[in-house]
């Protein structure tokens, strides 16, 4: 890594597999139109070297509200981010009224558990700003 790389402001999180997309679309037929479906969020505002390790991720809830609708997921066991916030894929949007940050507002409002955990694959990602 690159001394450039690492004093880099950015995000981590965990990008979700296809292998794992494909089915979740199944199960989760999007509510508006634009899919997102791309990452779980774990940390804001660090540098490249401080991407998490590897993790077992599960989704556990769903939420929709107006004009979003999210995942929420179980990183090694917990759905709570260092932040406080919860941990979630942002999973389809309409984006004439919301933006894929908005999920952190939607899940202060509650989710709904779902009956039984979903296993999904994700790999730890640093996302410069």
């Not at 090694?76 to 309409?94: A, E, V």
Request: aromatic share 8%; hydrophobic share 30%.
């Amino acid at each position: 890594m690159k001394h450039s790389d690492v004093t880099k402001k950015g995000y981590t999180g965990y990008v979700l597999h296809n292998e794992s997309r494909g089915p979740l679309t199944k199960l989760f037929p999007q509510e508006f139109p634009k899919l997102i479906g791309h990452h779980i969020t774990h940390k804001f505002g660090v540098t490249a070297d401080q991407v998490p390790d590897e993790a077992d991720a599960q989704v556990v809830g769903h939420a929709v509200g107006d004009g979003i609708e999210a995942l929420v997921v179980s990183i090694n066991g917990s759905t709570d981010r260092p932040d406080g916030s919860t941990y979630h894929i942002t999973w389809s949007l309409d984006p004439d009224k919301k933006k894929p940050k908005d999920s952190n507002d939607l899940l202060k409002n509650g989710w709904e558990k779902l009956p039984k955990p979903i296993d999904i694959k994700v790999s730890p990602k640093f996302f410069s700003f």
